[in-house]
């Protein structure tokens, strides 16, 4: 993490997935959603996120593990 944000964010301008997972938890009919995603973990090569997805009560609708082959 010494690398500036910038420098790290430049590196996902080109990705391929290596595995990604998504469950489906319930269906969200609303006008309005909420994603929060996250990078676990950024390698020299491999990036690992999770995200999830809410509706607005608040309820959990999925989520999603991936990790992503990075330049």
């Known amino acids: 993490m010494d690398e500036?944000?910038?420098?790290r964010l430049n590196r996902f301008?080109?990705?391929d997935t290596i595995d990604?997972?998504?469950?489906?938890?319930r269906p969200?009919?609303?006008d309005h959603f909420e994603l929060r995603a996250e990078i676990m973990r950024l390698g020299s090569?491999?990036?690992?996120t999770r995200m999830e997805f809410l509706g607005?009560?608040?309820?959990l609708l999925s989520t999603e593990a991936g990790a992503y082959?990075?330049?």
């Open 28 to 30: 969200g009919i609303s």
């Open 4 to 7: 500036a944000l910038r420098k």
């Open 45 to 48: 090569r491999v990036a690992s």
């Open 56 to 59: 607005a009560d608040g309820k």
């Open 69 to 71: 082959i990075v330049s």
């Open 13 to 15: 301008r080109k990705l």
């Open 20 to 25: 990604l997972r998504i469950d489906y938890l």
